[in-house]
């Protein structure tokens, strides 16, 4: 008798259990088709691709491990920038003056990678930019945005983006040129991704990093930050601060008659 009290209830538990199981099995199917079919989902616009990060589970965990959860974990790769530092290079900024990687040095700039017409995060990008602007507007550092549409983006372009975030043309460059220079550029030297979207929407065009690049006064790349993180952006602050530490100090011009 007591077996027998047993039985609905043992059921109705199998039967809750199998349900479930059928419910994960078909919600992980149309997951996995969602994902073939689109390979953007779960991408917001504009979104860029990580290539200098990848996902891994923890090799030393065990299934059932307390300290398993069972989801990937993100494991950054270090990135090592060409000790000669970024290739040589000559772009026509918003003003259509050239801008050359020689009239870089001595002083030490912050780059950066977006396009206008994104509908994406670059808007983010750029207004992390402008606040570095903002703070080291009466420092030794110049700011360069490098687009990553050139087709689109012309110099009378980029002058009114680069109007609307009152960037000072003498401090702040924004370059365009030949595309596969620039991205031979920011593949190679700065070793960001940057590629052109298949059938994307208008504003997704390309895709690209959210990271920015510090470079030293010799011309090298020294470290990569996530403009959109502010715990990121607040070591490019100390590491640039380091770095117009240790800048030689400038010769006050003479203000005597004739210099003497």
Sequence with gaps: MSDEGQKP???????????????????????????????????SVGEP??????????PD????????????????????????????????????????N????????????????????????TESVQDLFKRYRENDVHFVTFT???????PRVLAD????????PEKWFFLTGER?????????SFLMPVLEAENPKPGAEII????????????????KYNSLDAVAMVKLRRDLDQMLKSLPLREEPSTKAGGS
């Design 102 to 125: 020689n009239d870089l040095r001595g002083q030490p700039w912050v780059a950066s990678f977006v396009f206008t017409k994104c509908a994406g995060p670059c808007p983010r990008v």
């Design 180 to 188: 596969d220079k620039l991205y031979r550029l920011i593949n190679v």
């Design 208 to 223: 690209h990093t959210t990271n920015i690049c510090l470079v030293d006064p010799t011309g090298r790349v020294v470290g």
């Design 9 to 43: 209830g043992s059921s109705g538990v199998l039967f809750a259990v199998g349900s479930a199981l059928w419910i994960a099995v078909i919600a992980a199917l149309y997951f996995t088709w969602s994902s073939e079919s689109n390979p953007g989902a779960g991408q």
């Design 61 to 100: 965990s065990e299934p059932g491990d307390e300290n398993d959860t069972g989801k990937p974990s993100t494991m950054e790769i270090e990135l090592t920038w060409p000790e000669s530092g970024v290739a040589e290079f000559a772009f026509t900024d918003q003003t259509g003056q050239t801008i050359s």
């Design 148 to 154: 990553v549409d050139p087709a689109r983006d012309t």
């Design 161 to 168: 983006y680069a109007s609307f975030y009152e960037a000072d």
């Design 49 to 58: 691709i990580p290539v200098e990060e990848l996902t891994s589970t923890d």
